[in-house]
């Protein structure tokens, strides 16, 4: 085997030269020199003039490995896909035989992606279990924590006095101090304590820090977080010196009463957008049944019915304006709200003017406008006349069919007295305005006129505060009362005319 590892495999292999040499070889008589300061200096000696004969050593070298690099880069790209597929091993062996063409390696590579076996999933876990093993116990830990020191904050805050040096006695009788003689650095800072840098206490831990690792927790604060009342922190008002009005703490223990009063906030409060919103949302639930109703109003006048007027439409649409107004500002309130620009929050406010915006166009401004009074009684006086004229004609086929049969009308009983309303008929259904039976009964002791009078008193109270389903509700049940009363008054008046036609 040939002492260079790049000589051409196409030369023959001499039997001398089976040995693979190792070590620092010198490029020209491959003499292995043990060490790179031997090769150095023996390159300097001994081929100093051989400079030119070197450089064209080492490229025909480098073209040589590179050749045979390229070419087992091929070869592995071309055998994996001839390997799996028999096209593929049968252009191998075609090209064996004495072809000189080789597939490009963009082909070879397409071929190799084709004849790849998708990947299969792998197992999967579910660390959901191991992740709750491990945070119950620090959230646990943590909770025991702050209930300790809150139920420190309590004592100590409860009978704190006034002095300064009664209330230090009063802190270390409370929560016992470590003893800090055998303490020479700080825990957080790992600065040594000397005359300039004194030792201080957590009042609620008793561990020492060094005053710049100190933190301070405000009285009003403290009494807030131990739920004492404001009579009990009282006394601690006449403190005047700013140091005595906080509670000095460490990180930790002010870290933990943070994340407490944090979390207290985030279930009891809520964000000023949220509130915002909440509100527009409740104005925008409560504006849609009478944008439903507005529209069933205008629709029953241009039918010419009279249950609504035209002051109950036009007072209802200015309850629509007002709450219209109301949503406007808040939406516009929502965007004076501060938030840091480019972010979630900025976006969501945008959102919500945007939805709020096209809510008051699209629903509220885009209502149908009120018809004119004239053309409101053209409509009516053209129903009337059409009942009229159909009541008419039911009478005459009910003449004609009786004809028919034989029959005649009785004495006395004409058309107009049969139980057909007609003309000043149907106004008196619709204002009520019939004239009194001639009964020994008079309308203040008539339960019926009682009853509509009492109907008309809801009616009247439901359209001032703008509850116009019971409007509707009452004046059904008020003409149904009507009709009532005005069929008695018929029968009345034909059976008084019966009595003077026998008599």
Same mark, same amino acid.
């Given at each position: 085997?040939?002492? &260079? ?19 620092? *070889? ?60 028999? +096209? ?74 006034? /002095? ?12 016992? !101090? ?20 004194? %030792? ?11 005053? /710049? ?29 700013? /140091? @005595? ?9 002010? !870290?933990?009463? /943070? ?22 949302? %409740? ?27 035209? +002051?109950? $439409?036009? $007072? ?7 709450? $219209? =107004? ?27 003017? *945007? ?6 166009? =699209?629903?509220?401004?885009? *209502? ?6 004239? @053309? ?9 006349? =059409? ?44 204002? !009520?305005? +019939? ?31 703008? &509850? ?13 009362? %009507?009709?009532?009363? @005005?069929?008695?008054?018929? %029968?009345?008046? &034909?059976?008084?005319?019966? +009595?003077?036609?026998?008599?």
């Amino acid at each position: 085997m040939s002492g &260079n590892p790049f000589d051409s495999t196409e030369e023959e292999p001499s039997a001398s030269s089976d040995e693979i040499l190792e070590g620092f *070889l010198c490029p020209i008589c491959r003499a292995d020199l043990k060490s790179i300061d031997f090769l150095t200096e023996h390159f300097a000696r001994q081929h100093a003039e051989e400079q030119d004969a070197l450089k064209s050593v080492f490229k025909d070298i480098f073209t040589k490995a590179k050749q045979k690099i390229l070419n087992n880069f091929d070869d592995e790209r071309i055998r994996v896909p001839s390997a799996a597929s028999p +096209a593929a091993s049968a252009s191998n062996a075609a090209s064996s035989n004495g072809a000189s063409a080789k597939p490009s390696s963009g082909r070879a590579q397409l071929n190799l992606y084709q004849n790849m076996s998708k990947q299969t999933a792998g197992a999967e876990r579910s660390y959901f279990d191991y992740f709750q093993t491990v945070r119950n116990p620090r959230l646990e830990r943590y909770a025991s924590e702050t209930n300790k020191l809150i139920i420190r904050l309590h004592r100590l805050l409860k009978d704190l006095p006034t /002095d300064a040096v009664q209330r230090k006695q009063h802190e270390q009788q409370t929560v016992p !101090w470590l003893d800090g003689s055998s303490v020479k650095l700080c825990p957080s800072c790992a600065k040594s304590f000397h005359i300039a840098r004194r %030792q201080h206490h957590c009042r609620l831990c008793g561990g020492i820090m060094c005053n /710049d690792c100190s933190r301070f927790l405000q009285l009003e604060n403290a009494l807030h977080l131990a739920s004492l009342s404001s009579t009990r922190g009282e006394p601690l008002q006449q403190l005047q010196h700013p /140091d @005595y009005r906080a509670i000095r703490l460490c990180q930790h223990c002010l !870290w933990l009463l /943070d994340t407490r009063q944090d979390m207290h906030e985030s279930r009891t409060c809520r964000p000023l957008l949220a509130q915002v919103y909440e509100e527009i949302r %409740q104005l925008q639930k409560q504006v849609t049944p009478d944008l439903e109703m507005y529209l069933k109003i205008v629709n029953s006048l241009h039918e010419g019915e009279s249950i609504f007027t035209l +002051a109950d $439409a036009g $007072a209802l649409r200015g309850k629509i304006g007002q709450v $219209a =107004e109301k949503i406007d500002l808040r939406s516009k309130r929502i965007l004076t709200i501060h938030s840091e620009p480019g972010s979630r929050e900025e976006a969501l406010k945008k959102a919500i003017r *945007l939805s709020c915006v096209q809510a008051i166009k =699209e629903r509220m401004l885009s *209502l149908p406008p009120l018809p004119d009074e004239g @053309y409101i009684r053209q409509i009516q006086e053209r129903k009337r006349i =059409e009942t009229e004229q159909r009541i008419l004609t039911e009478q005459r086929m009910a003449m004609e069919a009786h004809e028919r049969k034989g029959l005649t009308i009785q004495a006395g009983v004409t058309p107009e007295s049969r139980s057909f309303a007609q003309g000043s008929d149907l106004q008196s259904l619709n204002n !009520w305005s +019939a004239p009194q039976a001639s009964t020994t009964v008079t309308m203040v002791d008539d339960p019926l006129i009682e009853q509509i009078n009492i109907i008309k008193g809801y009616i009247k109270q439901a359209r001032e505060d703008l &509850n116009f389903d019971v409007v509707e509700t009452l004046e059904l049940n008020l003409r149904e009362l %009507q009709r009532e009363v @005005y069929e008695r008054q018929r %029968q009345s008046s &034909n059976s008084a005319r019966t +009595a003077q036609s026998d008599s």
